[in-house]
Nanobody, 122 residues
Framework: QVQLVESGGGLVQPGGSLRLSCAAS????????MGWYRQAPGKERELVAD??????NYSDSVKGRFAISGDNAKNTVYLQMNSLKPEDTAVYYC?????????????????WGQGTQVTVSS
C-alpha cells in the first residue's frame, strides 16, 4: 500500500504565501506523476498542478503564482503558492499515480492524501 501525507496548509492573508508538501511512502516501485488538486465548498475537485517526468503542468488560474517541484529521492512533491487570493481557498489534496512493488506489467494505481485546508482571508 501507499500512503500520502500532506502538510503546510493554514490561514494566510491575501497576497501571502504558503508551501504545501506531500510525501509518499509504502511499497513504491515508481511514481509516474504527483500533483495537487483542490476542492472549494460547493465545487468540484479541480487540478491545480501536477508533475510527471519532471515536467510541470498548471491550471490557468494559478499559472505565474504557484510552482510545483519534486524531490524524487524523497518521493515528495511541493507546491509553492504565492500571491494567494481568496478564491484559492479550498481543501488541497495530493494525488500520486504509482506503480507498486506488487503491480504486474506496469499497472498504475491512484492514491489520494487526506487533504489540507488553505484559507485566504483578511
Amino acid at each position: 500500500q501507499v500512503q500520502l501525507v500532506e502538510s503546510g496548509g493554514g490561514l494566510v492573508q491575501p497576497g501571502g504565501s504558503l508551501r504545501l508538501s506531500c510525501a509518499a511512502s509504502g511499497t513504491i516501485r515508481r511514481i509516474n506523476a504527483m500533483g495537487w488538486y483542490r476542492q472549494a465548498p460547493g465545487k468540484e475537485r479541480e487540478l491545480v498542478a501536477d508533475i510527471r517526468s519532471d515536467t510541470p503542468n498548471y491550471s490557468d488560474s494559478v499559472k505565474g503564482r504557484f510552482a510545483i517541484s519534486g524531490d524524487n529521492a524523497k518521493n515528495t512533491v511541493y507546491l509553492q503558492m504565492n500571491s494567494l487570493k481568496p478564491e484559492d481557498t479550498a481543501v488541497y489534496y495530493c494525488r500520486a499515480i504509482v506503480q507498486t512493488l506488487q503491480s504486474p506489467g506496469g499497472i498504475t494505481y491512484t492514491y489520494w492524501g487526506q487533504g489540507t485546508q488553505v484559507t485566504v482571508s483578511s
